[in-house]
Antibody
Framework: QVQLQQWGAGLLKPSETLSLTCAVS????????WSWIRQPPGKGLEWIGD???????NYSPSLKSRVTISLDTSKNQFFLNLTSVTAADTAAYYC????????????????????WGQGTLVTVSS | DIVMTQSPDSLAVSLGERATINCKSS????????????LAWYQQKPGQPPKLLIY???TRESGVPDRFSGSGSGTDFTLTISSLQAEDVAVYYC????????FGGGTKVEIK
């Protein structure tokens, strides 16, 4: 069974950098897109971006200037960095696996998510 | 961006009764080349991550009970729970994946 375990600092000051790690176990790391999605308290979900084993990334246009998603295939881990955080970045952050598989020559993925981490609440406050 | 608007914000339904949630997109999410609607529904229970229920507007994910059904096309969609069970208390979100993924604001379902 695929499991995603995530961790990172839960309290940041404005202008600091948010850093989260997501470790994948119980399944293949290659061939899938790995995503970050966030949810402000009491609000809806917002897609942040994703990465595949080749290192190719996609980012939300609204966050692209501040976001970096990277990975370490040797550890089956991927990471989120979000710079210059403000109170508006306060949210539960989730790592997740995208539906579908990207092999060679076919890549059939769909931006839906069927495996999720437990979530990490990140609060930005001075 | 294709923005998703859900209604109502919340609803209370008696056990065994029908619950209906609406989702409207700011542009059509029907892909003309394959006649598929790029619309999904998720269920999120308190303290848990979301769970994918339905994709393609009406296809249930494996293991999802058949009391959950999705309908609609183009810009207007509906999630129906035919006979509400206690374990269905949750917030439900629609999501379009026609373009940059975007979620609705959520509808909270409670027991009356």
């Amino acid at each position: 069974q695929v499991q995603l375990q995530q961790w990172g600092a839960g309290l940041l000051k404005p202008s600091e950098t948010l850093s989260l790690t997501c470790a994948v176990s119980g399944g293949s790391f290659t061939g899938f897109y790995w995503s970050w999605i966030r949810q402000p308290p009491g609000k809806g979900l917002e897609w942040i971006g994703d990465i595949i084993h080749s290192g190719s990334t996609n980012y939300s246009p609204s966050l692209k200037s501040r976001v970096t998603i990277s990975l370490d295939t040797s550890k089956n881990q991927f990471f989120l960095n979000l710079t210059s955080v403000t109170a508006a970045d306060t949210a539960a952050y989730y790592c997740a696996r995208m539906v579908g598989y990207c092999g060679s020559p076919n890549c059939e993925t769909t931006p839906l998510w069927n495996y999720w981490g437990q979530g990490t609440l990140v609060t930005v406050s001075s | 961006d294709i923005v998703m608007t859900q209604s109502p914000d919340s609803l209370a339904v008696s056990l065994g009764e029908r619950a209906t949630i609406n989702c409207k997109s700011s542009q059509s999410v029907l892909y003309s080349s394959n006649n598929k609607n790029y619309l999904a529904w998720y269920q999120q229970k308190p303290g848990q991550p979301p769970k994918l229920l339905i994709y393609g507007a009406s296809t249930r994910e494996s293991g999802v009970p058949d009391r959950f059904s999705g309908s609609g096309s183009g810009t207007d969609f509906t999630l129906t729970i035919s006979s509400l069970q206690a374990e269905d208390v949750a917030v439900y979100y629609c999501q379009q994946y026609y373009s940059t993924p975007f979620f609705g604001g959520g509808t909270k379902v409670e027991i009356k």
